[in-house]
């Protein structure tokens, strides 16, 4: 079903018909209504006619007031009405990219509601800027504390972080305790975080900063993460190039994979070939230095107890622990018979 019995190119034919025709040759150019949707620049135009762009620009200007005073605009009232309530069941703020897409996906017919919605008394537009992308709202207020509400759950989220979508949208709701309640549906807030430039999700649906490497993969190294993190838990780095395949479409050798795992600290080898997450707690480097950092933090331990613990953070043979136990340069017995590291010299 169309979101709107509107007919939004009709309407603005209508309208542009109270034009002379150069004024309605340059509306027409500058939203792209003709055969071409693609919109021309005012230097375009200005060439065109042979005139400076300040001049195009006048004209403009004066057309779309020529169209508000008239009264084939007043006639018009129920189209603007009608969009004025979409606009409002959308949530009263809105994307423009989202709420062109949402009353049609064809570039022509976006071109004619986009003029609507200059031309309509209703609709209020913010530019895109540093935080926000271009949107449209009817309510200054509610747009007011939908931004703040942003500003605030942005601020709250560190660089690395990646939070499901549930629970973005709770938080975002601790900032919105103002806002009537009828605009908290998750389909109303989701569109609302649209909005932002600085949030938005990475291909798993997980929300972050838009800046982070987790949110935003731009390589091999960050899909693999993802990857590793999708899974839960440590794989083989063939299985990590595999899952990149599966999880995202990327093409990924898996010697190129390897290579990228080995020079990242996100990354850390817990067996033959298999790579966990540094941020699960397992503890970088060799056998050697696991056993030694055990040691570090829990004193003198027996062979059984170095064991246990060092086979929580590598999946090795319990003979590799013993081999680089025996190793003096490294480790010692004390009179009890439990290990101790070295100092190293």
Not at 108 to 118: D, F, H, P, R
Not at 232 to 252: D, M, Q, T
Request: proline share 3%; with cysteine; aromatic share 8%.
């Amino acid at each position: 079903m169309a979101p709107v019995d509107t007919k939004p190119k009709q309407v603005i034919k209508r309208l542009l018909s109270v034009l002379p025709p150069r004024a309605r040759d340059i509306i027409t150019l500058r939203y792209g209504l003709g055969n071409d949707p693609d919109k021309m620049t005012l230097e375009s135009i200005g060439r065109k006619y042979g005139i400076t762009r300040e001049r195009v620009r006048q004209i403009e200007n004066y057309a779309l007031n020529q169209i508000r005073k008239s009264e084939s605009y007043k006639k018009e009232k129920p189209a603007f009405d009608e969009f004025e309530t979409l606009l409002h069941s959308l949530g009263g703020i809105v994307a423009e990219e989202d709420f062109l897409n949402h009353v049609s996906k064809d570039l022509s017919v976006q071109n004619y509601v986009n003029l609507l919605l200059i031309l309509g008394d209703p609709f209020r537009k913010e530019k895109e800027d540093d935080e926000f992308k271009h949107r449209w709202f009817v309510d200054a207020e509610l747009s007011r504390k939908v931004h703040e509400a942003l500003r605030r759950l942005y601020k709250n989220l560190s660089d690395d972080d990646l939070i499901p979508e549930g629970d973005l949208i709770s938080s975002f709701l601790e900032h919105l305790k103002e806002v009537s309640d009828k605009y908290k549906n998750e389909e109303i807030l989701r569109r609302w975080l649209s909005i932002s430039k600085n949030i938005s999700k990475n291909p798993l649906g997980e929300w972050g900063k838009t800046t982070s490497s987790n949110v935003h993969a731009r390589g091999i190294r960050d899909y693999a993460f993802l990857a590793l993190r999708k899974h839960g838990s440590p794989i083989h780095f063939r299985e990590v190039a595999k899952s990149i395949e599966n999880l995202f479409g990327k093409k990924a050798h898996v010697a190129t994979c390897h290579n990228e795992l080995i020079k990242d600290k996100r990354f850390v080898l817990v067996g033959r070939g298999l790579y966990a997450l540094s941020e699960w707690g397992y503890i970088s480097g060799v056998v050697k230095d696991v056993i030694r950092h055990v040691l570090g933090k829990f004193g003198p331990l027996s062979k059984d107890e170095i064991v246990n613990k060092v086979l929580k953070e590598r999946y090795v043979k319990e003979n590799t622990i013993m081999v680089n136990l025996q190793n003096q340069k490294h480790f010692k017995k004390d009179k009890d018979g439990k290990y101790y590291a070295v100092a190293s010299s």
